[in-house]
């Protein structure tokens, strides 16, 4: 079964109730019938007008905006009309536990879908920060997990530190678990020196958020600094970083800053034709965002991913 297909099978599993804010854009309400027949959610189409239906909500929601956000100086008029925008409306019912999750971004950037999450959503429990994994399926099987590649971050933090990096190295193996059903992830933290081939204070954070990472979590396969082909070509991780547990045989590959990880997608999409779509991790509650050009099929794969991380 390829990975679509079995995140979907577990979305219908425990079917989970997602919010579409963007409910009167056409390749959203197609996805939401399409998620209906098939299934795999229960899809909640907001627009202005049935959120200005919904009159004894959208004062709750404004209510507990202003209680969240007072403190950074929102007024109460403030967030009565943010409220009645259907992203923070959704938001909102996602916080409140109308909802278990939201999925986003046909027509907001990402930037104006993170922002409401971030402030709103927030991070869960133990989670330092929110950052994305991208899944990245490719022709070739013998790639990473039988051709599935997962990538971090992509989306969310331009410039991490050592200690953010961490994090992101953890937050993404366990997307690799959870989400991908890949039972043991390997974690190349990815450089363009391996082990101490090249000298610079770039090379030298990686090194050290491999340590903290290994730190935090020790039973983690984890490893860095390295290069992308001693990650995943055997025969270069072996000579490169002879004795690594994950030179060579890598499946989960964080980048070291956003330039470098959305160029990256970017290349394996593009090149490597690999199919793909991301993810957002570390939120206390699912919260994904859509590329401005996806189509339904990634509206549909997408809302199905957030239900699983609903689980
Ligand atoms: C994520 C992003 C939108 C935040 O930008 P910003 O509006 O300048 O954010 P701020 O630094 O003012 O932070 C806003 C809130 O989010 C929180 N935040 C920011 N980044 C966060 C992270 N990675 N994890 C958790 N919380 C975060 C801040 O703590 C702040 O919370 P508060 O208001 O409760 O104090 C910004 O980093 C960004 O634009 N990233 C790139 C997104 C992008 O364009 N990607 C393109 C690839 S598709």
Redesign the pocket.
């Known amino acids: 079964m390829d990975l679509i297909e079995s995140i979907k099978a577990k979305a219908r599993a425990d079917v989970k109730r997602i919010v579409l804010p963007e409910g009167d854009e056409a390749r959203t309400i197609a996805a939401a019938e399409a998620i209906r027949g098939e299934g795999i959610a229960e899809p909640v189409l907001l627009t202005p007008e049935t959120i200005a239906a919904d009159a004894a909500r959208l004062e709750r929601y404004a209510q507990a905006l202003y209680e969240l956000r007072k403190a950074?100086g929102l007024t109460r008029e403030q967030a009565a009309k943010l409220a009645a925008d259907p992203m923070y409306f959704g938001m909102m019912a996602v916080k409140c536990g109308d909802a278990d999750g939201l999925v986003s971004g046909a027509v907001h950037?990402?930037?104006d879908m993170?922002?409401p999450a971030?402030?709103i959503i927030k991070?869960a429990p133990g989670m330092k920060?929110?950052?994305s994994s991208f899944l990245m399926e490719c022709p070739d099987r013998s790639l990473g997990e039988n051709g599935l590649l997962v990538y971090a971050d992509?989306?969310?933090?331009?410039c991490p530190s050592a200690e953010e990096l961490a994090h992101i190295a953890i937050a993404s193996a366990d997307t690799a678990r959870t989400l991908c059903g890949i039972s043991e992830p390997r974690v190349a933290l990815l450089s363009f020196s391996t082990k101490g081939s090249a000298r610079h204070a770039l090379v030298d954070k990686v090194r050290e958020a491999a340590e903290i990472a290994h730190s935090l979590a020790p039973n983690l396969l984890l490893d860095g600094e390295m290069q992308f082909d001693a990650a995943i070509v055997p025969e270069i991780g072996e000579s490169k970083a002879k004795g690594s547990p994950v030179a060579g045989r890598a499946n989960v590959f964080v980048f070291p800053d956003?330039q470098a990880g959305?160029i990256g997608y970017k290349i394996t999409q593009r090149v490597g034709t690999a199919s793909c779509f991301a993810v957002l991790q570390?939120l206390a509650k699912p919260c994904n965002d859509l590329s401005r050009g996806c189509s339904v099929d990634d509206i549909v794969n997408t809302v199905a991913a957030t239900a699983v991380q609903a689980h």
Request: one cysteine or more; aromatic letters at 0%.
């Open positions: 950074k950037s990402t930037g993170l922002r971030l402030q991070t920060l929110v950052s992509c989306v969310v933090n331009p956003l959305n570390g």
